[in-house]
């Protein structure tokens, strides 16, 4: 039988892209992107956020995206435990990208979506479970 793990995703960047550099002078970049949800979750989250790794293109991602990029997203989808600042252990989504395209067409909109998501994640910080109308 023959499986297929494949994942698309067009939403924006969050974070300035960080480059790594590992053995045999290979570069990885890492950002994290994130996607409106068409149902919000539990605590009322209508945005999920997936870290981007990739190594084809890690060059191109460190000096083309941004943080506010938006961006269409090609690849692996994988769950990776990690430990929270609470010390709760948790689990969470990376995609191994094999094909990272920035996307411009959607200009300042997007810019008005990403304050709003700082602004709600400062929010969260304060007081757990408040949240914020969505722009």
Not at 111 to 129: C, L, M, N, R
Request: glycine content about 6%; charged content about 30%; proline content about 5%.
């Amino acid at each position: 039988m023959m499986t297929y793990n494949r994942i698309t995703l067009l939403g924006w960047v969050i974070n300035e892209p960080e480059l790594k550099e590992y053995e045999y002078s290979k570069h990885c970049c890492i950002f994290s992107v994130a996607v409106d949800r068409r149902y919000p979750l539990e605590n009322g989250s209508t945005v999920e956020v997936f870290e981007v790794t990739t190594l084809q293109r890690a060059d191109f991602c460190k000096k083309n995206l941004h943080k506010g990029s938006v961006v269409l997203v090609i690849g692996e989808l994988s769950v990776y435990p990690y430990q929270a600042k609470t010390g709760a252990p948790r689990l969470g989504l990376r995609v191994t990208a094999s094909e990272v395209n920035p996307v411009d067409k959607f200009g300042p909109a997007m810019g008005e979506k990403i304050k709003w998501y700082e602004k709600k994640k400062a929010e969260e910080k304060k007081d757990e479970g408040t949240s914020s109308e969505e722009p």
